[in-house]
């Protein structure tokens, strides 16, 4: 099956000194592939994952009709980052072309999502915060991978920029505009394709 071939070359790509999580949206279904590094995949219904390990992949889901995959991990610079207690803003135009304006923070509550970060992620962003962890969601699984590894090296660059005790300045706003508008635009394409049960072959998502 091509899907869980998929869901395998994204876990070895993102392999490292912590677990990986990694889902992807199965076309024309209300379930996704889910697994860990290490272990083996399973198919999840998206309204059976409410609590538990999983429950934050099928909220993905439920609230993001773009999102076609989803990986959660853990770096030293996403620890580093939860212990700085601050929201990454946009300081690099990829990132915000990629990964939104902004990198909210997510609060789960009894292990799941409460409303309020419901709301945060249909706003729009493709990257998240959760305590010392990091949500990165795609279109489709090279995507995500991309945008797994496009949140880390931001991390890495705002947390070493932050120690320097210096000021981090944002990207120009005209630039965050233009780069907004093309992943509303991505987002748009990606959600519509998923409704007819394809995988997204939008400009943004390779």
Not at 3 to 13: E, F, G, P, V, Y
Not at 50 to 66: C, F, I, K, N, T
Not at 83 to 98: I, W
Not at 193 to 201: C, D, I
């Amino acid at each position: 099956m091509q899907l869980r071939r998929d869901l395998i070359d994204a876990l070895t790509r993102l392999h490292g000194e912590f677990p990986v999580r990694v889902s992807l949206r199965v076309p024309g279904s209300g379930t996704m592939l889910a697994g860990v590094s290490g272990a083996d995949v399973e198919t999840i219904g998206l309204e059976d994952a409410a609590q538990g390990e999983w429950a934050l992949h099928a909220a993905v889901y439920r609230a993001r009709p773009d999102a076609g995959a989803a990986v959660t991990f853990r770096s030293r610079w996403t620890a580093m980052l939860a212990r700085l207690r601050v929201e990454m803003p946009a300081v690099f135009d990829e990132q915000a072309r990629h990964l939104g304006a902004r990198v909210p923070v997510l609060l789960p509550e009894r292990g799941s999502l409460g409303a309020a970060s419901v709301d945060s992620l249909r706003a729009g962003n493709c990257a998240f915060l959760l305590g010392q962890e990091a949500l990165s969601l795609g279109f489709n699984k090279d995507r995500a991978v991309f945008n797994a590894e496009l949140t880390q090296k931001c991390c890495q660059a705002y947390v070493l920029a932050t120690l320097t005790g210096n000021p981090v300045g944002r990207i120009p706003f005209y630039v965050r505009y233009v780069a907004g508008r093309r992943l509303a635009a991505d987002r748009k394409c990606a959600a519509a394709a998923w409704t007819r049960g394809e995988v997204p072959k939008c400009a943004g998502s390779y």
